[in-house]
T-cell receptor, first 114, second 108 residues
Framework: GAGVSQSPSNKVTEKGKDVELRCDPI?????LYWYRQSLGQGLEFLIY????????KSGLPSDRFSAERTGGSVSTLTIQRTQQEDSAVYLC????????????FGDGTRLSIL | DAKTTQPNSMESNEEEPVHLPCNHS???????IHWYRQLPSQGPEYVIH???SNVNNRMASLAIAEDRKSSTLILHRATLRDAAVYYC?????????FGKGTSLLVTP
């Protein structure tokens, strides 16, 4: 069946612009997770959703980052006033529910800030 | 989260078994041990997880030490497609805390 889909696969933008990254989880998965992977920091957790709710936003790197999920399905990660240190691969994962279940990852959005 | 120690890299010949070790001496009693792998230019992929008993699935086997302070991921016959970074993750919450992992090179 269809896996986790992320778009765009690549995004190049100028410093100071806003960007929006999209994640389509596996159908029926109520839990959704965002991570990012950069050369300096490895793979780090950003935020998770259970349904439309994100109980813990403390993993977001700064207040320029926000995420939402509507209808319990698609999620968007928005970065305002992008900086060069935001350059990374942004990965989305989903699982049937929260808890100890395997997470299924998309192939990410590679974001480059010029 | 428990701290993990994995070799930076390992090498194997194709069609031979591979044993990937992980030390997690500070693991708590309720943390499951998860293994993921990441092939080049792809997102991480779930491999296997377990709590206390050894586990097998179609991809690999997981051997967990009796004191749970270490575990070993076993690939029974390595293929070129198994070349990836392998992450051992003692999971205590909803998020996965990826360390540096082991980069596995498989040679023909």
């Amino acid at each position: 069946g269809a896996g986790v889909s992320q778009s765009p696969s690549n995004k190049v933008t100028e410093k100071g612009k806003d960007v929006e990254l999209r994640c389509d989880p596996i159908s029926g998965h109520t839990a959704l997770y965002w991570y990012r992977q950069s050369l300096g920091q490895g793979l780090e957790f950003l935020i998770y959703f259970q349904g439309n709710s994100a109980p813990d936003k403390s993993g977001l790197p700064s207040d320029r980052f926000s995420a939402e999920r509507t209808g319990g399905s698609v999620s968007t990660l928005t970065i305002q006033r992008t900086q060069q240190e935001d350059s990374a691969v942004y990965l989305c994962a989903s699982s049937p529910t929260l808890g100890n279940q395997p997470q299924h990852f998309g192939d990410g959005t590679r974001l480059s800030i010029l | 989260d428990a701290k993990t120690t994995q070799p930076n890299s390992m090498e194997s010949n194709e069609e031979e078994p591979v044993h990937l070790p992980c030390n997690h001496s500070t693991i708590s009693g309720t943390d499951y041990i998860h293994w993921y792998r990441q092939l080049p230019s792809q997102g991480p992929e779930y491999v296997i997880h377990g709590l206390t008993s050894n586990v097998n699935n179609r991809m690999a086997s997981l051997a967990i030490a009796e004191d749970r302070k270490s575990s070993t991921l076993i690939l029974h016959r390595a293929t070129l497609r198994d070349a990836a970074v392998y992450y051992c993750i003692p999971r205590s919450g909803y998020a996965l805390n990826f360390g540096k992992g082991t980069s596995l090179l498989v040679t023909p």
